[in-house]
């Protein structure tokens, strides 16, 4: 069974960083993407970015295009979401999610979801 933890949320200053990870278990598939979600207060969930676990490859929302990266560490089975420059906006509950696929571009079809970190950017 796929397991996906995150971890390294918490409050932070508007202008700051973080950092998330998100560790997995249980990943059998070999076609792997893996992607970040958050969802905010009242908002519906939104796509944040994908990485291609074979190639590293990413792909961004818009709104985070040059101020998160993505990253991923295959001997620790554990993928990041490097935050910089963080903005109110930004506060949300983050989640990791994961796909038997290839293809890191299309935005659907995850499969797998962990529980969430918590992140807050305070003005």
């Known amino acids: 069974q796929v397991q996906l933890a995150e971890s390294g949320g918490g409050l932070v200053e508007a202008g700051g960083s973080l950092r998330l990870s998100c560790t997995a278990s249980?990943?059998?598939?070999?076609?792997?993407?893996m992607g970040w979600f958050r969802q905010a207060p009242g908002k519906e969930r939104e796509f944040v970015g994908a990485?291609?676990?074979?190639?590293?490859?990413?792909d961004y929302a818009d709104s985070v295009k040059g101020r998160f990266i993505m990253s991923r560490e295959k001997a620790k089975d554990t993928m990041y979401l490097q935050m910089i420059s963080l903005e109110p906006e930004d506060t949300a509950v983050y989640f990791c999610?994961?796909?038997?696929?290839?293809?890191?571009?299309?935005?659907?079809?995850?499969?797998?979801w962990g529980q969430g970190t918590q992140v807050t950017v305070s003005r």
């Open positions: 249980g990943v059998t598939f070999r076609r792997v993407t």
């Open positions: 990485i291609s676990w074979s190639s590293g490859e990413t």
């Open positions: 999610a994961a796909k038997s696929s290839y293809i890191y571009t299309s935005r659907t079809g995850y499969e797998f």
